[in-house]
């Protein structure tokens, strides 16, 4: 999209006008710093997707568009999850789970870790229920961003 | 050389040709109307209420192709322009709405008249900008005109700060203006016009289907050669009127909701239908599950957001109706294609026999005056070439059922939103494109109310509008709505305290009539039209209890209709 102020309101205007579902969104400039990327997560049956995408590319400020999910791609999401470690056994467990899921802990309380991740949604879906009785505190998610396989790629 | 934002925006709108705008001042665009005050090329009429503007230019871009212009104060007077933005949005009028805004610095402090415009009106404008530097502004006025009147037209705001208008810069007005996020697709591709021309020219029951889009295109000639050398049957939607002449046999009148037995049973039987600048409204297809159960659709229109949108269609052309239909015309030339003789035969004779139903009879006996027969009255005295208005109900219905429209951009009304106070000020916007043309509005006495203050503007501009108020006391759709739906019960559609409109009229310094007798009203009419300076307002007392018919209740199909 052009890099404006309005441009994601009109974005996320035209998805609860027309009822249509937001799972998560995510924006950022781009190495081009007059466009900004937004990437969207809908649900939506094949016609609901084919007059999203139809409707978005009606809208002034959106340059170019592409559903990633029509070609093989790689999505990451990240997120930051705060866990309560209230002795030496569950403190143990949690690191032992964060290092099989190639997380890392960026911050440790004498109660609580927290941990950084990145990955595709199941993955983090998985960390979550893999912490089973480690309460959970707070988790903090970016929202999914993708990028096509090979040499397809979303530029002017 | 040096200008004012005020000075820029004048000289702007000389460039763009604007000769005329509507308008209403207020404290955040007084450095404008100073500048306006100024100048002598573009012209700025003043109405009474700023839905009245948006109305007015509404009715001048309908009835002209032209952008139509307005220009509004901050705070109420945008807000009080939303309902017209919205109706010029629905109807894809080109329009280009200047609001003013309170200084930069003051924006988002809660500041005098100041309202988020951009926010409020984003979702009902094809665009918006807010301008935050005085040197944008030629480029962003440039943008908006070039947004407005392309590709599916629309309404563009255009919000202007006070300061923005008292600042000065160079001014350069921009040759062109190339915007890589919006480049509309004109021409049709050749190959998916071969695809329909082999699907159409199949076809054993072809039925033409056409909206507004061929009068925004400008395309009523090519549809109408289209349509002669196919043969086929065709129909208008409410928003295509005029695109094809009315009095010629191949023409089965309006369809949808309120149109004829003919074209509705025409629509449900036919195997290939062709679509052509309309968007299958839900007041066309009546119960999507059961529209055209047989038919093979090909649809060209200039937005693909409409094709495939509420009904999937088996030939999409996206394109300019214009340009895509003097392609398919010279493609069947060159191939010298026809459709089946004995089945193209055979179709015509089935809707003979649908057209014997004479769905628009209505008694012509009766001792009160008829609806159907104050607009008939207009269409023989005006000879069918009136420029007419109309706000919204059964007054709408009936003028588009009985005043048969053979030329395009005549009939201005609004569809889409369906605005109750449309009528007047479209009229006024029509009458100062035409000033030398006959301009009727056809109004209800509910819907002629919601605008009434512009009977002011039309003295002060010595508008000779003719207005005929069908006037049977209630919310005429409502109450047919209640009487068919609810039983009876009429909620709030009885119009109490109706004003004398004979001394309305007066009051304003124009001609007022009342008639009461069918056999009055040829007679006011031809009056009315003698005065061809004064506005006259005739109050037609008719039958409170007509209604609209044909009509298709909810849920029902094309086939399904009420007819008496």
Same mark, same amino acid.
């Given at each position: 999209m052009e890099n404006e102020a309005g441009a994601l309101s009109r974005v996320a205007g035209l998805f609860s006008a027309r009822g249509y579902n937001i799972e998560s969104l995510t924006v950022a400039p781009t190495d081009d710093d007059t466009l900004s990327r937004l990437t969207v997560v809908t649900r939506g049956s094949n016609e609901i997707v084919e007059q999203i995408i139809k409707q978005l590319n009606k809208l002034?400020?959106?340059v170019k568009l592409m559903d990633l999910t029509e070609h093989s791609h790689i999505e990451r999401e990240m997120m930051m999850i705060k866990v309560e470690v209230e002795n030496m056994e569950a403190r143990q467990d949690v690191k032992r789970l964060s290092d099989i899921f190639r997380a890392n802990i960026i911050d440790v309380t004498p109660g609580t870790y927290t941990i950084e991740m990145t990955g595709d949604g199941q993955k983090l879906d998985a960390f979550i229920t893999a912490l089973?009785?480690?309460?959970?505190?707070e988790v903090v998610r970016s929202g999914a961003m993708g990028i096509a396989r090979g040499e397809k790629a979303l530029h002017l | 050389m040096e200008l004012t934002g005020a000075e820029i925006f004048t000289r702007c709108l000389k460039e763009e040709g604007v000769e005329l705008i509507f308008g209403y001042p207020g404290g955040a665009v007084l450095h404008i109307y100073d500048a306006l005050y100024q100048q002598e090329d573009v012209s700025h009429i003043l109405v009474r209420h700023e839905q009245g503007a948006v109305h007015a230019a509404e009715g001048y871009a309908k009835s002209t192709g032209k952008t139509g212009v307005v220009l509004v104060t901050s705070g109420p007077g945008a807000t009080n322009a939303v309902t017209g933005i919205a109706d010029a949005y629905m109807d894809s009028v080109p329009l280009v709405v200047f609001t003013g805004q309170v200084p930069s610095h003051l924006?988002?402090?809660?500041?005098?008249?100041?309202?988020d415009t951009v926010g409020i009106t984003r979702p009902c404008v094809k665009h918006n900008f807010l301008v935050k530097d005085v040197k944008d502004l030629a480029d962003t006025i440039k943008k908006a005109f070039y947004i407005a009147s392309t590709g599916r037209p629309g309404p563009v705001v255009v919000d202007i700060p006070k300061d923005i208008t008292a600042a000065r810069t160079e001014f350069k007005y921009p040759r062109n203006v190339k915007m890589r996020s919006y480049n509309p697709t004109l021409k049709g591709h050749p190959r998916q016009i071969k695809k329909a021309l082999e699907l159409i020219l199949s076809a054993e029951r072809p039925m033409i289907y056409t909206g507004g889009g061929v009068i925004s295109s400008g395309a009523a000639k090519p549809l109408t050669d289209f349509t002669r050398l196919l043969g086929a049957p065709i129909t208008n939607t409410l928003m295509g009127?005029?695109?094809?002449?009315?009095?010629?046999?191949?023409f089965l009148g309006m369809l949808g909701m309120h149109g004829t037995y003919e074209a509705n049973m025409s629509m449900h039987h036919s195997d290939v239908l062709i679509a052509i600048?309309?968007?299958?409204?839900d007041r066309v297809t009546g119960n999507i599950e059961k529209f055209c159960p047989t038919a093979r659709i090909v649809h060209i229109d200039i937005?693909?957001?409409?094709?495939?949108?509420n009904v999937k269609v088996d030939v999409p052309i996206v394109g300019d109706v214009a340009n895509v239909l003097k392609a398919m015309i010279k493609e069947m030339k060159d191939s010298k294609a026809k459709l089946d003789a004995r089945a193209l035969k055979s179709w015509w004779a089935q809707i003979e026999e649908w057209r014997?139903?004479?769905?628009?009879?209505?008694?012509?006996?009766?001792g009160l005056i008829k609806p159907q027969f104050v607009v008939e009255s207009l269409h023989k005295l005006t000879k069918g070439n009136a420029f007419v208005t109309s706000d919204v109900g059964q007054h709408q219905m009936f003028a588009a059922q009985y005043y @048969? #429209?053979?030329?395009?951009?005549?009939w201005i009304n609004s569809g889409?939103?369906?605005?109750? @106070? #449309?009528g007047l000020p479209s009229a006024m916007g029509v009458q100062f494109a035409h000033q030398d043309e006959t301009v009727a509005c056809i109004t209800g006495d509910s819907s002629i109310?919601?605008?009434?203050?512009?009977l002011s503007t039309c003295r002060q501009y010595g508008l000779p509008i003719k207005i005929l108020n069908l006037n049977n006391g209630y919310m005429g759709m409502v109450r047919q709505w209640q009487e068919f739906f609810?039983?009876?019960?009429?909620?709030?559609s009885y119009m109490e305290s109706l004003p004398d409109f004979v001394a309305l009229a007066e009051a304003y310094g124009h001609v007022g009539m009342r008639i009461e007798k069918p056999e009055d009203v040829e007679g006011a009419i031809k009056e009315a039209l003698k005065l061809k300076d004064k506005l006259v307002f005739m109050d037609f007392i008719i039958d409170p209890e007509e209604n609209v018919y044909p009509m298709i209740p909810a849920g029902a199909g094309l086939n399904e209709m009420i007819l008496v």
């Amino acid at each position: 999209m052009e890099n404006e102020a309005g441009a994601l309101s009109r974005v996320a205007g035209l998805f609860s006008a027309r009822g249509y579902n937001i799972e998560s969104l995510t924006v950022a400039p781009t190495d081009d710093d007059t466009l900004s990327r937004l990437t969207v997560v809908t649900r939506g049956s094949n016609e609901i997707v084919e007059q999203i995408i139809k409707q978005l590319n009606k809208l002034v400020d959106v340059v170019k568009l592409m559903d990633l999910t029509e070609h093989s791609h790689i999505e990451r999401e990240m997120m930051m999850i705060k866990v309560e470690v209230e002795n030496m056994e569950a403190r143990q467990d949690v690191k032992r789970l964060s290092d099989i899921f190639r997380a890392n802990i960026i911050d440790v309380t004498p109660g609580t870790y927290t941990i950084e991740m990145t990955g595709d949604g199941q993955k983090l879906d998985a960390f979550i229920t893999a912490l089973n009785e480690h309460p959970i505190v707070e988790v903090v998610r970016s929202g999914a961003m993708g990028i096509a396989r090979g040499e397809k790629a979303l530029h002017l | 050389m040096e200008l004012t934002g005020a000075e820029i925006f004048t000289r702007c709108l000389k460039e763009e040709g604007v000769e005329l705008i509507f308008g209403y001042p207020g404290g955040a665009v007084l450095h404008i109307y100073d500048a306006l005050y100024q100048q002598e090329d573009v012209s700025h009429i003043l109405v009474r209420h700023e839905q009245g503007a948006v109305h007015a230019a509404e009715g001048y871009a309908k009835s002209t192709g032209k952008t139509g212009v307005v220009l509004v104060t901050s705070g109420p007077g945008a807000t009080n322009a939303v309902t017209g933005i919205a109706d010029a949005y629905m109807d894809s009028v080109p329009l280009v709405v200047f609001t003013g805004q309170v200084p930069s610095h003051l924006i988002g402090n809660d500041a005098f008249q100041e309202v988020d415009t951009v926010g409020i009106t984003r979702p009902c404008v094809k665009h918006n900008f807010l301008v935050k530097d005085v040197k944008d502004l030629a480029d962003t006025i440039k943008k908006a005109f070039y947004i407005a009147s392309t590709g599916r037209p629309g309404p563009v705001v255009v919000d202007i700060p006070k300061d923005i208008t008292a600042a000065r810069t160079e001014f350069k007005y921009p040759r062109n203006v190339k915007m890589r996020s919006y480049n509309p697709t004109l021409k049709g591709h050749p190959r998916q016009i071969k695809k329909a021309l082999e699907l159409i020219l199949s076809a054993e029951r072809p039925m033409i289907y056409t909206g507004g889009g061929v009068i925004s295109s400008g395309a009523a000639k090519p549809l109408t050669d289209f349509t002669r050398l196919l043969g086929a049957p065709i129909t208008n939607t409410l928003m295509g009127l005029g695109s094809y002449p009315a009095n010629d046999k191949q023409f089965l009148g309006m369809l949808g909701m309120h149109g004829t037995y003919e074209a509705n049973m025409s629509m449900h039987h036919s195997d290939v239908l062709i679509a052509i600048g309309a968007r299958f409204d839900d007041r066309v297809t009546g119960n999507i599950e059961k529209f055209c159960p047989t038919a093979r659709i090909v649809h060209i229109d200039i937005d693909p957001a409409s094709i495939s949108k509420n009904v999937k269609v088996d030939v999409p052309i996206v394109g300019d109706v214009a340009n895509v239909l003097k392609a398919m015309i010279k493609e069947m030339k060159d191939s010298k294609a026809k459709l089946d003789a004995r089945a193209l035969k055979s179709w015509w004779a089935q809707i003979e026999e649908w057209r014997k139903e004479d769905c628009m009879s209505y008694d012509k006996d009766s001792g009160l005056i008829k609806p159907q027969f104050v607009v008939e009255s207009l269409h023989k005295l005006t000879k069918g070439n009136a420029f007419v208005t109309s706000d919204v109900g059964q007054h709408q219905m009936f003028a588009a059922q009985y005043y @048969g #429209f053979n030329k395009p951009n005549r009939w201005i009304n609004s569809g889409g939103l369906g605005t109750m @106070g #449309f009528g007047l000020p479209s009229a006024m916007g029509v009458q100062f494109a035409h000033q030398d043309e006959t301009v009727a509005c056809i109004t209800g006495d509910s819907s002629i109310q919601m605008c009434i203050q512009e009977l002011s503007t039309c003295r002060q501009y010595g508008l000779p509008i003719k207005i005929l108020n069908l006037n049977n006391g209630y919310m005429g759709m409502v109450r047919q709505w209640q009487e068919f739906f609810y039983q009876g019960r009429y909620a709030m559609s009885y119009m109490e305290s109706l004003p004398d409109f004979v001394a309305l009229a007066e009051a304003y310094g124009h001609v007022g009539m009342r008639i009461e007798k069918p056999e009055d009203v040829e007679g006011a009419i031809k009056e009315a039209l003698k005065l061809k300076d004064k506005l006259v307002f005739m109050d037609f007392i008719i039958d409170p209890e007509e209604n609209v018919y044909p009509m298709i209740p909810a849920g029902a199909g094309l086939n399904e209709m009420i007819l008496v």
